[in-house]
């Protein structure tokens, strides 16, 4: 009988064809391309975000013949719709913030660090098209 003990101790003690396959590898291995979708998020995000803000700042141009009482309008609604996509962008960069802080918690939240990194240039872009839609212009 202690021949098979033996057996099986060294069986057990025995490397395996899996070891590489210790959690922690596959933990990293899952984690070690997790950054790239925050990164270009970011690097979509923070062009896109000037650009917006040059959009709606060429968009005060659009009453230069306008009479006193709608130039007034157009410039009170501009106020208030660049104060919105202002504090609107809290959104987005709330979002990205996300995205680079979920990094840390691994796979477990890979599936929400995409669409939260994939979706903030998209909210800038709605942002941007609120407030202008947002604006009272002149017929």
Known sequence: MTAT????????TS?????????STVAEAGTSRAWVAPAIATAVSVPLTYICFIVIA?????????????????????????????WGLLVPLAMLGAS???????????GLRL??????????????LGC?????TPS
Do not use: K, N
Request: some cysteine; charged content about 20%.
């Open 58 to 86: 060429i968009a005060s141009m659009a009453c230069p013949d306008c009479l006193d009482e709608q130039a007034a309008r157009f410039h009170d609604s501009l106020d208030i719709a660049f104060s919105a996509y202002q």
């Open 5 to 12: 003990t033996d057996t099986a101790t060294a069986a057990e």
């Open 132 to 136: 202008l839609a947002s604006l009272d």
């Open 115 to 128: 669409p939260l990194a994939a979706m903030a240039p998209f909210v800038i872009v709605l942002l941007c």
């Open 15 to 23: 490397p395996s064809d899996d070891a590489d396959t210790s959690p």
């Open 100 to 110: 680079w802080v979920l990094l840390g918690a691994g796979r477990r939240h890979a």
